[in-house]
C-alpha cells in the first residue's frame, strides 16, 4: 500500500511517500525557520498562510522525486493533531480534500504517535513492547508502548516540555529561535564543572518531569556571570540530559522492559543519545532513535503511521478535523 502523508501541524511542512513493500520512497521539507526568526517564535497565523503555499508543490516535488503518479497512491495520512489549529486544518484540508480526489482512504495521525513510530523507518528496528521518551518542542513525556496505539502514560512534563526549555534558556543567553540546536552547539566550548545545576524531580518517586525551574536558574546564573554562555549552555544541558535519562532508567526497571526509543526533536540531541546508550547498557537494555533529520517534524513519521493505520483498514469519514489537542492514551489499537 502506497501512502502520501502530510505534516503541518507546526513550523515545518513535511511531505512524504511511504510503501509497506518498499519502505520509504521519497520525502521532503520545507521549515519555515526563517520566516518566524524575527519575531522569535512561531507565529501561527503566519505558519498557516506558509503551509497553505507549500504544501501541494511539496506533495508534486515528492512525487516526481520517486517517480509515481497520483493514481499509484493508495492512502493519504495527514496530522490531525494535537498542534497549532490552522496550520493542523490546512494539512488536514489539502489531505482530506486529495483522498476525495483521488478516491483513497484518508487517516488522520496523532503528532506525537509519528514521532514515536520515527525509529520504525530505520535498520533494526525495536520490537513491541518499549518505553518510549517523547521529548519534542511541546511535550516531554514517557510511555509505555505495547503495539501500534496501545499507550500507557508513564510520566510527563508538569510545566514546560524539554524542547520548551531548551528553547527559552537559549533565547535567554541571545542565541535565537529556534534555540536548541543552538545551544546543544554552544555547550560544546562549556566547561561542565564550573556550574552544577539541579536535576529536577529525580529524589521524588514517580516519572513526572518539570524543567521550568532549570530556566530561571540560567537566567540567574547569566545575570551572575554574562560572560559564561558556554558553561551555562553546558551545564543546563547536563541537567536535562541527566535528569531525562535517571526517569528513563528507571522507566526501565519498574516495567522491566529492555528496550527505550527515544522520539522528538531533542532526541536529535547528541549528549542525550550518548548518555542513553551507555545508561541502558548497564542496565543490559538497548536504545534506538531515528537519524536526525526524523526526530524533528518530517512528513516520513506521517507517512509511516498513517501507513500502519490505513493497512488495517482505518480511515476517516469526509469531514475535516482537526484537534488542538489530543491525548494519545485515547488512540485506537491497531
Ligand atoms: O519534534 P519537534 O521538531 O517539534 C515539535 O513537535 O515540537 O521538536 C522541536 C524541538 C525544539 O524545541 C528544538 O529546539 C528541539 O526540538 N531540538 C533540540 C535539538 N534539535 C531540536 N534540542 C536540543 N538539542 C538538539 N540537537
Ligand atoms: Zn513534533
Known sequence: MLVLGIETSCDETGIALYDGDRGLLAHALHTQVALHAEYGGVVPELASRDHVQKT???????????????????????????????????????????AWAWNVPAVGVHHMEGHLLAPMLEDNPPAFPFIALLVSGGHTQLVQVDGIGQYRML?????????????????????????????????????????????????????????????????????????????IARAFEDAVVDTLAIKCRRALRETGLT???????????????????????????????????????????????????LAHGEQE??????????????????
Open 56 to 98: 501541494l508543490p511539496l506533495v508534486h516535488h515528492v512525487l516526481g522525486e520517486a517517480g509515481v503518479a497520483k493514481t499509484d497512491i493508495d492512502g493519504v495520512a495527514y496530522t490531525a493533531g494535537p498542534g497549532l489549529l490552522g496550520a493542523l486544518l490546512v494539512g488536514s484540508a489539502i489531505g482530506r480534500s486529495l
Open 155 to 231: 510520566g510527563e512534563s508538569l510545566d514546560d516540555a524539554a524542547g520548551e526549555a531548551f528553547d527559552k534558556t537559549a533565547k535567554l543567553l541571545d542565541l535565537g529561535y529556534p534555540g536548541g540546536p543552538a545551544l546543544a552547539k554552544l555547550a560544546t566550548e562549556g566547561d561542565p564543572t564550573r556550574f552544577n545545576f539541579p536535576r529536577p524531580m529525580v529524589d521524588r518517586p514517580g516519572l513526572d518531569f518539570s524543567f521550568s525551574g532549570l530556566k530561571t536558574f540560567a537566567l540567574n546564573t547569566f545575570h551572575e556571570h554574562p560572560e559564561a554562555r558556554a558553561d
Open 259 to 309: 528496550r527505550l526509543i527515544i522520539a522528538g526533536g531533542v532526541s536529535a540531541n547528541t549528549r542525550l543519545r550518548t548518555q542513553l546508550e551507555s545508561m541502558v547498557a548497564k542496565e543490559g537494555a538497548g536504545v534506538f532513535y531515528a537519524r536526525p533529520e526524523f526526530c524533528t517534524d518530517n512528513g516520513a513519521m506521517i507517512a509511516y503511521a498513517g501507513h500502519q493505520r
Open 317 to 334: 469519514s469526509v469531514a475535516i478535523k482537526a484537534r488542538a489537542r489530543w491525548p494519545m492514551e485515547t488512540l485506537t489499537a491497531v
